[in-house]
């Protein structure tokens, strides 16, 4: 049971970001094919990147098609459905949102999973739920929004972190892993709707 | 055989990519060390990439030296060549789309060969042709070609999904793969001398 | 002895680099959750890309804390600390010097121990030293030190060749790494300070 919801947990990650992916190339007037490999790298790529880091090869994203397919998926939706391609629309900001919390809780969870310690285990839940929103930016020559917004990271840590406290208290999978998705979400809620961030250096 | 076909047709991807990665070092004006590093990022990382993601480490840019030898010759050259640096000269564009040729087919073939699924050898084949100008175009700060440039990662598709079908219809590698070759590169030629391209995203 | 030199000079190598990365994260504004982020990938890409391309996973960087925690004392200290998030501030140039000049000694020991074969182990020392300023620079949107600066990889690459070349002689490791350490870090003294440099491609 907890495997089938880490997957379901890891293919809404993917489909959010690739949304987020290909309006981020549909607002650079890439070509369909361009749209489809933006949602593919932006879905996939913190998923890979995980899998790769705790040895996990081949890793799922290459392994299972399932992955493809809800990549392209979303690419078509955006492609075909032009309302999303507008140069302003917010809701790349909330797909965005919505898959840090998927696959920051699914990230921290495998690599539990896997053996990792505690603490890795929660950064690993934050990598996997920035790697494909920084490729996704990469791509596209901006400055990550990892880097830019508000907490955006620390969302990320929090949420997997939560998990990994459950799973250090015995608490049941699925009740930590919707407390933490749930508080990432909140967190990059209040920092886009009311400012919420975290002090910056001083720069002198 | 066929693996020696494998290796020329990696070896060949790895020299026309390194040329094209060497060039558009010189016309950055990089010194000759910067030179070798963008030759050997531009013409290996794709094959590395492809070799991290089907498990098959280390990878053969890294366990065999005959890769370092072609990125570092086609180095040289560019750099005593003056006429290969000059900023407006075409041949990038074109060593580019002889690279994407070559190690779309052979991306495809050794995905096939570690046993992956067709549909991901054939993407895998399209990550190998198009890895290796990826990187080279971030390091210098330019939008990716596979992204900007018309018929691109399509061209690399196409040319993996023929390797594939040959393979699945029992066909010799040796057919397929050239015709896979020609046909990514016809593609693209098509792409850059006549304009084809694929429809784009309307903007609201 | 040897095997703890080498943890010495990784964390000592992540600690100057991720002092680098926090700095630059600084510099560009970033909330304290991006300078722990830049942080961490700036002290650890260079060696995390290493221990994958070596096959050595999960990578010492994800396996042990320590290079985590060193990670977050430069992210901390830069922080705190104002006069190191000065615009101007030359520190940041040294510090990448020194990261550079660890990594690239450990960087080829620990390719020689994995059996490399010498000019392999070699470049692997070179991309463990430009691995981590090459992640910092993109992250921020800047065209990687490696490829602008002077005698950046060839000084990385001086350092780990003079370790291998070392290990070819059986001379010892510590006195190998030392001299190839400051070979490293004195060609940059040098290119930093009294503008050595290597040829330039001629732009026609």
């Known amino acids: 049971m907890i495997r089938l919801l880490l997957i379901l947990l890891d293919l809404g990650g993917t489909f959010v970001f690739a949304l987020s992916g ?5 607002k650079h007037r890439l070509d369909i094919f361009g749209i489809m490999v933006l949602a593919f790298a932006a879905g996939n790529a913190g998923g890979i990147l995980r899998d790769l880091l ?3 090869t081949p890793p799922s994203a290459i ?5 493809l397919g809800v990549s392209l998926l979303a690419g078509f939706i955006v492609f075909f459905w032009d309302p999303l391609v507008n140069r302003h629309n917010p809701l790349i900001l909330w797909f965005d949102a919505l898959g840090l919390a998927f696959f920051a809780v699914a990230g921290a969870e495998k ?3 896997f053996g990792l310690n505690p603490v890795m285990a929660a950064l690993l839940g934050m990598v996997t739920g920035v790697g494909g929103g920084m490729l996704r930016d990469l791509l596209v020559m901006q400055i990550p929004t990892v880097l830019r917004a508000d907490l955006y990271a ?51």
């Not at 290909?22 to 549909?26: C, L, V, Y």
Request: aromatic fraction near 8%; hydrophobic fraction near 55%; charge should be positive.
């Open 22 to 26: 290909a309006m981020a190339a549909g």
């Open 54 to 56: 705790i040895g996990a």
């Open 63 to 67: 392994e299972h098609l399932s992955y």
């Open 111 to 113: 690599a539990l999973a």
């Open 154 to 204: 620390s969302a990320a840590l929090t949420g997997a972190t939560i998990v990994v406290l459950g799973h250090m208290l015995h608490i049941t999978s699925v009740g930590s892993i919707l407390v933490g998705g749930l508080a990432c979400f909140f967190l990059r809620y209040m920092a886009i709707r009311h400012g919420w961030h975290l002090p910056h250096a001083r720069a002198s």
